[in-house]
């Protein structure tokens, strides 16, 4: 392929060809990708050796570039949406979204104010809409903002909440976590200022759950002490167990004490649309601020976040800045400048992949996926428990679930017991057949499987199980 001089540019026939070639090999990851080995395994020096180079001077043909991406690059990263990828939160996507992704890309939408894209501002409203009723959240006082992902909607949702309840002066400001919150909540609390002395992780009950009676208390010690409690973080399916906090309890103690209430959804908020999953997620709708990542269980790909709130107007309140050369594009009211809502002044059209793939598919199928993946992790439990190997350590839980290797019969001290899962999870790893890591409960290191991938079948954990038993079989060094 020739480059035309100075303009950065194919001809027509060369793009059509480059792009029928980079549709095709997506084409083709998406229906083999479950033959191939998911677990991508590379050290700095084997990647340094591939790609360490000064940037080039002269063209290269974009074919050869193309070649050596399809080749090195994208087979020497995990697949994600691989059927045995099952740990921390795989990325399943689908192709519609993908698509959709790639014209938003092609086209280079901004998607950060009405004036210069009025249909994708358009979008994001509807699509924010569609979420808001789905979350029984106000749907014409409500809104939100669709963000990179869970870390950036919490985020944006801490610093609202700090603007809301304390304006200027947050010197004396507490804000209350349990000790299952998702670490980019703690991230964002250090990003925006918070000392160490004004963060409560309040430690959970047995079942990993937020201590409504520990929050409380130390509600109440802080307001002796003429600090101001200004926040609880509360988690709807946390990244370890799929434990749901006591969200309705957690409401009236925020309603009662003017308490910000943000909910972290990120991972379990998108099991609203099972049967199951909506009476686990009671009190959701309570919330003021909520995130969802779409990129988790609605099955997006890579970045898609969300942040909803109960009052758009306190999003625009906290974040609107208006420059000089901005003020010809502010328009009505009713014409939404996402840039006054969140960080980010130039955005990438997100809404479209999540618009697309509903249109396409229809709520039906993402209702069914994630039921399918609540059932499935309640199906590998009852096998677990009629296992004489595996024993069950937190049950399923929003398709999440911890186990580990501990025969009936054996006399193991939990040092050893440690020892031999960790193994375990590393010699799966090794064989790159599957993704398979532990989390620590209780102080035990455990075997953790999440199975929010509609494609992934019993089966599928059969046969990584396998693998662990037979690691201990035949190469037993305890």
């Given at each position: 392929m020739k480059k035309k001089s100075a303009t950065l540019q194919?001809?027509?026939?060369?793009?059509?060809?480059?792009?029928?070639?980079?549709?095709?090999?997506?084409?083709e990851h998406f229906d083999t990708q479950d033959q191939k080995l998911p677990v991508a395994i590379g050290t700095r020096k084997e990647m340094?050796?591939?790609?360490?180079?000064?940037?080039?001077?002269?063209p290269m043909e974009a074919q050869d570039v193309l070649d050596f991406v399809l080749k090195k690059v994208v087979t020497k990263s995990t697949i994600v949406s691989h059927p045995k990828a099952f740990s921390f939160v795989p990325g399943p996507s689908n192709y519609v979204s993908v698509m959709a992704d790639t014209l938003a890309t092609g086209f280079n939408i901004f998607s950060g104010g009405w004036a210069a894209s009025p249909a994708a501002a358009a979008l994001e409203i509807i699509t924010m809409n569609w979420l808001l009723k789905i979350y029984s959240f106000p749907v014409v006082k409500g809104g939100g903002i669709f963000t990179s992902g869970g870390s950036m909607a919490n985020l944006t949702a801490i610093v609202t909440a700090r603007r809301i309840k304390c304006g200027d002066d947050f010197s004396k400001a507490i804000i209350y976590l349990s000790d299952q919150a998702h670490s980019s909540n703690i991230k964002a609390i250090r990003i925006l200022g918070f000392r160490k002395?004004?963060?409560?992780?309040?430690?959970?009950?047995?079942e990993f759950k937020f201590s409504i009676n520990k929050l409380k208390n130390a509600i109440a010690k802080d307001r002796l002490e003429g600090l101001h409690?200004?926040?609880?973080?509360?988690?709807?399916g946390t990244?370890?167990?799929?434990?749901?906090?006591?969200?309705?309890?957690?409401?009236?103690?925020?309603?009662?004490?003017?308490?910000w209430f943000h909910v972290d959804g990120a991972y379990g908020g998108a099991a609203i649309l099972s049967r199951d999953g909506k009476k686990m997620l009671k009190g959701i709708e309570k919330?003021?601020?909520?995130t969802v990542d779409p990129h988790k269980w609605f099955y997006q790909p890579y970045e898609m976040g969300c942040l909803l709130v109960r009052n758009s107007a306190h999003l625009k309140g906290t974040f609107t800045a208006t420059p000089e050369y901005l003020k010809d594009v502010e328009g009505n009211k009713s014409e939404i400048n996402f840039y006054d809502h969140g960080v980010q002044l130039t955005r990438r059209f997100r809404a479209?992949?999540?618009?697309?793939?509903?249109?396409?598919?229809?709520?039906?199928?993402?209702?069914?996926?994630?039921?399918y993946n609540i059932k499935l992790a309640e199906q590998l439990e009852d096998y677990l428990r009629k296992s004489p190997s595996w024993e069950v350590i937190s049950p399923a839980t929003l398709a999440v679930i911890n186990f580990r290797y501990h025969p009936i019969g054996e006399k193991l001290s939990d040092k050893k017991l440690d020892e031999i899962n960790q193994y375990i999870s590393e010699k799966i790893i090794a064989s790159q057949k599957a993704l398979l890591v532990t989390t620590i409960l209780h102080g035990q290191i455990v075997l953790r499987m999440c199975l929010i991938n509609p494609r992934t079948t019993l089966n599928d954990i059969k046969d990584t199980l396998a693998i662990g038993l037979e690691v201990m079989k035949n190469k037993n060094p305890f």
């Open positions: 194919l001809s027509k026939e060369e793009m059509k060809a480059y792009g029928y070639q980079v549709v095709d090999a997506i084409v340094d050796s591939l790609f360490l180079e000064e940037a080039p001077e002269n002395e004004q963060i409560r992780v309040i430690p959970t009950n047995l409690p200004f926040c609880v973080v509360g988690t709807a990244t370890n167990t799929g434990t749901v906090d006591p969200l309705s309890e957690i409401a009236l103690i925020c309603k009662k004490e003017n308490i919330a003021d601020s909520l479209l992949k999540f618009y697309m793939s509903i249109k396409t598919f229809g709520l039906k199928e993402f209702r069914n996926a994630i039921t």
